[in-house]
């Protein structure tokens, strides 16, 4: 019985392990913990592009503060990133 066969699929594993799940399971956790830290005044971008600063925040939603003082409300998943000035 040889080996090498084995071998190159436990090595074939390690590296997808590596190079696409661990990096994908990190990226997840900043993802939660921006959400967890989004507080009122803090300018973000949502997924789909709008900029806005946030006005009130709950548990599922954000209301927004865009161009003259209008107010939109997303879910708090939406958000994509917080603009650092």
Do not use: C, W
């Not at 390690?14 to 507080?39: C, D, G, N, T």
């Not at 600063?53 to 879910?75: G, H, M, Q, Y």
């Amino acid at each position: 019985m040889e080996l090498a066969p084995l071998l190159s699929i436990v090595l074939m594993i390690v590296v997808f392990y590596f190079f696409l799940i661990r990096p994908q399971q990190k990226r997840q956790k900043q993802v939660r913990e921006m959400h967890s830290s989004l507080q009122r005044g803090d300018k973000i971008v949502t997924i789909g592009g709008l900029h806005g600063t946030i006005d009130a925040i709950d548990e599922d939603t954000v209301i927004l503060l865009v161009n003259d003082n209008r107010k939109l409300t997303f879910d708090r998943a939406s958000v994509r990133d917080i603009v650092r000035d």
